[in-house]
């Protein structure tokens, strides 16, 4: 590989200055006429192009992301000034607007689906019965991962990315293509030599950590959390609003040839694959996916019979968690194309591919009884006693049940035999009742079961108006405070036994108020457990603003978007004086975690909470946080940028002058004040704000100005 680790590789475009590590700064973009842009743009996207391919397909790229982002910043530049942007630059991954509806799509051959089992003699008797049927005793196959995700089938017409349809029925499919469009694996230009009209099939998935981290988002946003990366996936695909797909870690792996041919047609027979440009095997199509710059998994292996996919299957068991992506068997594919078309199909399934299983982490079991549990918003879940099963490796004894409204749906009651699954490291949950053996079904409380307060619906979801006078809503902000004030010892049943008994009576403020003496009185305390309490209590003084804001418990705001609050307001001071309209102007704050801040500092029982925590010598006063954004500072100012500014994106500089109460906008006009002349500029904004007469400034001037207004920038 000493090529490739020279830069480029043979796979590289030829007279192509931008596949290497860029090594000096462009030239201004207004110093190009329309047909030296034009020409630079497209080596830029062809470069790009590259990039990608070398990045996601080959997992080796030549060139790093800071460079990678110069050149996508030039591309984007050169765009926008001529007006070049293409349909397929890889400029283009957002812009649609939201749908109100999917439109439907028909498949050009039907995506049929794969027979399966999880008994390594059901896929031995599959392997008897193609050699039987195409009369062949040498027969290789292809092993290759079964995806747990959405299938898809993605059309490019002249190596165009033209389509994207999910598998629906098999026959007729959702149109998802400005979906597909943000998955940056999927090329919007194929590499090399495609033929003219090409359809493969894929699997479109959230890989794990991706998942975990986007769960932990919505978590702390309070949105529901996914039940797993399928799930999440599907959810993903399906969204009417391409930007909301955009934000969402999806990728793709491809592992099929629907359709391929040199004109357009719609009506393929299921198992032809890409005979018709001479991929006379599935292997071939292997090799062949990735030179065409679609991504497909290394982990796929030919084999020469089926005890070696028997084995493939065991070894690949074996390394199953270690993967990024959820899988839930392999596919046994026939290798040879010909052998696969004579095969045919059944009404539903290939007769040349079979899925051979892993055991599945979902058992069925009984349950014993179903709570309810109070969480510290208040919101309360339906929790499912299980008798305790094993699944996949370890034992369930309680599941979520999700809302209400599955509750519902699915019709549970006590002595109900469920299906519980267990899936990407999630709390388990029940997935549907299997046998109805209940005298009745489990009705959801209309009254808090702890205190009695009545339960407000919200959707599906369900709270405790009964706030801090519940003790269980008590219990779980005692335990959350001190959890992120990193104090330990108050666990839950610490915090339980303080709420029981008086120690903690109407807000965690009551627990900074005992002395030695009130908590050492407590059952299986004493002196020593006492003072290490109050220790830990004083070890935790002047916490950092974010962190206290974090503790209180506001609905859906966690430690990200309190941290952004902090550093938006600076002191508890601030914070408490701030309206609904500034805590919107938070980057990373909504309309709706904006109107939770805002009621919950408007409420004079929890400011008086906040105002005795901040008073205790034990707590005391919030640490402020470095400012940076300060509000309004800049109100009233518009702003244009053009041209780079080296460590700041265009995004980031617009969110950094509307943080502090700025508008920035795409276009100079008699309304803006000020354009930021940045590197490589355009130049017809620059002749916009000559014939307006908008000042000019250099980022070193838009800097300075900033600090004029008091506003401290930490350069990047
Ligand atoms: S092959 C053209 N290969 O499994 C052959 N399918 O139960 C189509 N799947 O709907 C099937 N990974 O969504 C094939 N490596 C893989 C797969 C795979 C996941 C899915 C596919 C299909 C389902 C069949």
Same mark, same amino acid.
Request: no cysteine; proline share 0%.
């Given at each position: 590989m000493a090529e490739a680790d020279a830069?480029?590789?043979?796979?590289a475009p030829a007279d192509n200055p931008y596949v290497r590590e860029p090594d000096t700064e462009f030239a201004p973009v207004d110093d190009l006429d329309a047909d030296a842009a034009s020409e630079q743009a497209a080596l830029l996207r062809e470069a790009l192009r590259y990039h990608d391919y070398r990045y996601y397909v080959r997992n080796d790229p030549v060139i790093g992301d800071r460079a990678y982002d110069q050149l996508f910043s030039r591309l984007e530049a050169l765009e926008d000034e001529f007006d070049l942007a293409t349909d397929t630059s890889p400029t283009q991954r957002v812009g649609a607007e939201p749908l109100d509806e999917l439109a439907s799509v028909d498949h050009v051959a039907p995506l049929l689906s794969l027979d399966s089992s999880g008994d390594a003699d059901d896929v031995r008797s599959f392997a008897d019965r193609v050699a039987r049927e195409a009369d062949r005793d040498d027969l290789a196959f292809v092993c290759e991962p079964k995806f747990d995700g959405l299938s898809v089938a993605v059309t490019y017409v002249d190596g165009e990315y033209e389509q994207a349809a999910t598998r629906g029925d098999g026959e007729t499919g959702e149109d998802v293509t400005e979906n597909v469009r943000t998955i940056d694996s999927v090329p919007l230009q194929l590499r090399g030599d495609p033929p003219a009209f090409l359809v493969v099939r894929g699997e479109v998935y959230m890989p794990r950590d991706a998942f975990q981290a986007h769960n932990r988002e919505r978590v702390e946003r309070g949105d529901d959390p996914f039940a797993n990366p399928r799930n999440a996936a599907a959810g993903t695909l399906r969204q009417l609003d391409p930007s909301v797909t955009a934000e969402r870690p999806l990728d793709c792996f491809f592992y099929d040839v629907l359709a391929a041919g040199e004109e357009a047609v719609d009506g393929v027979e299921p198992s032809r694959g890409g005979l018709d440009v001479g991929l006379d095997s599935h292997w071939a199509e292997h090799q062949q996916l990735p030179d065409w710059g679609l991504k497909v998994d290394r982990e796929a292996e030919l084999v020469e019979d089926i005890e070696a996919a028997v084995d493939y299957r065991n070894r690949l068991g074996e390394r199953r968690e270690d993967l990024n992506y959820e899988i839930d068997g392999v596919v046994v594919k026939v290798d040879d194309r010909q052998t696969c078309l004579e095969l045919g199909t059944t009404a539903r399934h290939y007769r040349w591919a079979y899925a051979y299983k892993f055991p599945a982490r979902e058992e069925v079991t009984t349950v014993a009884d179903v709570t309810v549990q109070v969480g510290r918003t208040g919101r309360l879940t339906p929790v499912a006693l299980l008798d305790p099963v094993d699944v996949g490796g370890v034992t369930v004894s309680r599941a979520s049940l999700h809302n209400r409204d599955e509750i519902r749906a699915m019709g549970v009651g006590v002595g109900d035999a469920v299906r519980v699954q267990r899936a990407g490291d999630v709390i388990p949950y029940v997935a549907e009742v299997v046998e109805d053996r209940s005298e009745g079904h489990f009705e959801f409380p209309e009254s808090c079961p702890r205190c009695g307060s009545d339960v407000e619906f919200d959707g599906p979801n369900a709270f405790c108006?009964?706030?801090?006078?519940c003790p269980a809503q008590l219990v779980r902000s005692v335990e959350y405070f001190t959890d992120v004030l990193d =104090?330990?010892?108050?666990g839950e049943e610490a915090a339980e036994q303080f709420v029981e008994a008086g120690?903690?009576?109407?807000? =965690?403020?009551d627990l900074y108020d005992r002395s030695v003496e009130d908590l050492a009185e407590l059952e299986g305390w004493g002196e020593t457990s006492a003072r290490n309490l109050l220790t830990e209590l004083d070890d935790a003084r002047n916490p950092p603003l974010g962190e206290f804001l974090a503790a209180l418990g506001i609905p859906e705001v966690g430690p990200t978007v309190a941290d952004d609050v902090a550093r938006e307001f600076g002191t508890l001071e601030a914070v408490l004086d701030a309206s609904e309209t500034d805590f919107e102007r938070v980057d990373g704050v909504g309309e709706v975690v904006a109107g939770h801040l805002a009621e919950f500092f408007e409420n004079d029982r929890n400011r008086d909470v906040v105002a005795r925590l901040r008073d205790d010598s034990r707590l005391g006063e919030p640490e402020p946080a470095d400012v940076e954004g300060g509000g309004a500072e800049l109100e009233g100012v518009t702003f244009v940028f053009t041209g780079s500014v080296e460590g700041w994106t265009r995004s980031e500089l617009q969110a950094l002058v509307e943080r502090h109460g700025a508008s920035a906008t795409g276009s100079v006009s008699g309304n803006t004040d000020y354009l930021v002349v940045g590197e490589s500029p355009g130049q017809s904004k620059r002749d916009a704000a000559d014939a307006n007469d908008v000042p000019q400034v250099d980022p070193g001037e838009f800097f300075a100005l900033l600090e004029d207004r008091g506003i401290t920038v930490e350069q990047s």
């Open positions: 830069g480029t590789g043979e796979d108006t009964g706030g801090l006078t =104090v330990e010892g108050v120690v903690v009576e109407e807000s =965690v403020a």
